[in-house]
């Protein structure tokens, strides 16, 4: 089995294709309020970033236990040493927490990680 270094892996979590993606016309519709419009199609996904001693299999393991609803959204886990390719999108904007905020999502995966059995020292949403 192949590991890889630290911080190494990228999950990207997307709604499916047809999904009600309310959080993604919430935030068209914010942009519209602001008086952004003739906006193209804007999908908001969620990224995750996981610091341990994994396999690309066990990432993907701990990530369908633990994140992914396969009725509503898709997962991408991607070893951070490959290029992702970008979502299907004119533009990406990445937005991540400032370093030393408390990240109340990334407690609760961590402590889902280690009950699954997976040894986990951080990640980062």
Excluded: K, Q, W
């Amino acid at each position: 089995m192949t590991r890889y270094h630290p911080m190494a892996f990228r999950l990207e979590l997307t709604p499916r294709l047809g999904a009600n993606d309310g959080r993604s016309r919430a935030t068209l519709a914010a942009c519209g309020a602001l008086g952004l419009t003739d906006l193209p199609p804007l999908v908001v996904a969620d990224l995750y970033f996981l610091d341990g001693e994994l396999t690309l299999g066990e990432v993907e393991a701990l990530a369908a236990a633990a994140l992914l609803d396969p009725v509503a959204a898709e997962l991408r886990c991607l070893p951070i040493t490959e290029e992702a390719t970008p979502l299907p999108a004119p533009a990406v904007i990445e937005v991540t927490y400032l370093p030393g905020v408390t990240d109340s999502v990334a407690d609760n995966l961590l402590a889902v990680a280690h009950r699954l059995g997976f040894s986990l020292s951080l990640i980062h949403i």
